[in-house]
């Protein structure tokens, strides 16, 4: 008998493919585990709509789940309640951030157009002086940045609420 | 009622998915390469709205045509996109006012949508308004920077407010698809969205130092399936490997 518990530790080895750093349990996409009938069923959601990494994390699921004796695995994505970028693990963020990219930070509304741009901390010289470049990065989920004082360009998870 | 819902989500799904194609096509072709990357992350972000809408539409059918199918094997009077977002891309400024006028009616739409008695339905809206949200902050941030920019770039842009206002009204198109699904809420009503988008539109173009045309022009018909010359070559380039290749994968 497997145990959930041991599922959810499982996960842990999938990673976000374009994040290779976040394991999908630090992102907060797996929203529930079942293991009924010697089947694990695994719900998911994405974070962006178009998220080009969603069947991919799909497939490594399956994989990491058959390598540890569980032979069979069903995914299911659902959509509904909407991903946020609060059910990033506290721990997720450290590693980003470690990673070279920027984590999400709270945003006052967005409708304010040419808003005051709120603070984010360079990760690479931890400077709070650095600037927006543009709204969208090299993924859906990132903005790019430049740091003012060591010249670094960089990625900002955006928050998404 | 089926049918009704079938076509209702097939307005919205064509939507996302043609100006997903209009911006594609932009790849590699932005006039800044941080333009480049934003208005291609726009476009992956309606593709992937347009296959959530038409995998839905595709249960409702229940006719053994899945998201693909829908996507690239209808004929141009099948799709029922709206008339502004087949239009071409143009200049920068064009393809920003495009993108400006339908995300100020996709927020509100959104909103409304969110709290549709259909399940699917509103669990798309509400996952796809947390997106558009930053698409229309990026659009109304350049209206504003082209319109207040220098007098070359004003020009141009109020050129193509001119010329893209007239396909506003299709967005708001009303029929008896849309008036059965409002009676039974699963539809929200466009009086209100109009409301905010008149708002919001008239708001930034006054801080962009641009007007809406004096004439009262307004073409409608993408609701019915008739488009204007554009969709045809759009869909020639998006349904050639489907037609070439039929059933294709990678």
């Known amino acids: ?161 | 009622m089926n049918n009704k819902l079938f076509e209702y989500t097939l307005r919205i799904a064509d939507d996302s998915l043609i100006l997903g194609q209009r911006l594609s096509e932009l790849c590699g072709h932005g006039p800044i390469l941080e333009e480049d990357i934003a208005l291609t992350n726009i476009s992956l972000d309606l593709i992937g709205q347009a296959t959530n809408l038409l995998e839905y539409a595709a249960s409702i059918e229940n006719k053994q045509r899945d998201a693909d199918k829908l996507a690239f094997l209808r004929v141009d009077k099948e799709y029922k996109n709206s008339l502004l977002v087949e239009q071409p891309n143009g200049d920068f400024g064009s393809t920003i006012v495009r993108q400006f006028l339908f995300d100020s009616f996709r927020r509100p739409f959104f909103e409304a949508l969110a709290s549709s008695t259909d399940e699917s339905l509103a669990a798309i809206a509400k996952k796809s308004l947390k997106e558009t949200k930053y698409h229309l902050k990026h659009s109304s941030e350049w209206v504003i920077r082209l319109g207040d920019g220098t007098s070359e770039s004003h020009q141009r842009v109020q050129k193509s407010i001119d010329v893209l206002w007239r396909y506003h009204s299709d967005l708001f198109y009303e029929d008896e698809v849309d008036l059965a699904l409002v009676s039974e809420n699963i539809a929200p009503s466009f009086k209100e969205i109009k409301k905010e988008f008149n708002q919001h539109v008239l708001a930034v173009l006054e801080e962009a130092t641009l007007k809406l045309p004096d004439n009262n022009w307004e073409f409608t018909g993408g609701r019915k399936g008739m488009h204007s010359e554009h969709l045809g070559h759009l869909l020639a380039e998006m349904q050639y490997m489907q037609r070439a290749y039929p059933n294709m994968e990678w």
Request: net charge negative; charged share 25%; glycine share 4%.
């Open chain 1, 1 to 161: 008998m497997v145990s959930l518990k041991s599922i959810w530790k499982f996960l842990e080895e999938v990673k976000d493919p374009e994040v290779p750093v976040l394991s999908i349990i630090d992102l907060g996409i797996v929203r529930e585990v079942l293991f009924v009938d010697q089947k694990a069923k695994i719900t998911i959601t994405p974070t962006y709509s178009g998220c080009p990494a969603m069947n991919h994390i799909e497939k490594d699921i399956s994989h990491v789940l058959n390598t540890k004796g569980i032979e069979f695995v069903e995914v299911e994505t659902v959509l509904s309640p909407a991903w946020t970028t609060d059910w990033i693990s506290e721990n997720g963020k450290k590693k980003l951030f470690e990673y070279g990219i920027a984590p999400p930070v709270d945003e006052p509304d967005k409708s304010i157009l040419f808003a005051k741009p709120i603070e984010i901390q360079c990760p690479q010289c931890y400077s709070k002086d650095t600037s927006m470049v543009s709204l969208f990065g090299s993924t859906s989920c990132k903005a790019q940045y430049k740091c003012n004082v060591c010249l670094e360009p960089f990625d900002y998870f955006k928050c998404l609420k």
